[in-house]
C-alpha cells in the first residue's frame, strides 16, 4: 500500500511563492506518475500538475518536479493569487496515465493547505 503524505502548505501573500512536497512510502516511487490536485472551499476537486516516471510533465502555471531517490514530488508555486487558497493533494498512479483524469489515480494523500492572502 503506498502513502503519501504533502507538506508545505501555509499561509503566503499574494505574489508569493510555495514549494509543496509529496513524500510516498510502501511502492515503487519511481515507477508512478505523480499528480498534484486541489480543491478550493465549495469547489470541486481540480488538476494542477503531474509528471511521469520518466520526468514528462503536465503542467499550468506551477511547476511539477520529483527526486526519484528520495522518493518525493514537488509542487513549486510562484505568483500566487488569492484564487489559489484550497487544500493541495499530491496522488499516485501506476497505470502509466499521465493526466488530469482523477480515476486513473489509485493513491492519495491528505492534502495540505494554502491560503493566499490578498
Known amino acids: 500500500q503506498v502513502q503519501l503524505v504533502e507538506s508545505g502548505g501555509g499561509l503566503v501573500q499574494a505574489g508569493g511563492s510555495l514549494r509543496l512536497s509529496c513524500a510516498a512510502s510502501?511502492?515503487?516511487?519511481?515507477?508512478?506518475?505523480m499528480g498534484w490536485f486541489r480543491q478550493a472551499p465549495g469547489k470541486e476537486r481540480e488538476f494542477v500538475a503531474a509528471i511521469s516516471w520518466s520526468g514528462v510533465s503536465v503542467k499550468g502555471r506551477f511547476t511539477v518536479s520529483r527526486d526519484n531517490a528520495k522518493s518525493t514530488a514537488y509542487l513549486q508555486m510562484n505568483d500566487l493569487k488569492p484564487e489559489d487558497t484550497a487544500i493541495y493533494y499530491c496522488a499516485a498512479s501506476a497505470s502509466g496515465y499521465t493526466g488530469r483524469e482523477q480515476h486513473w489515480y489509485s493513491f492519495w494523500g491528505r492534502g495540505t493547505q494554502v491560503t493566499v492572502s490578498s
Open positions: 510502501g511502492g515503487t516511487f519511481s515507477t508512478y506518475t
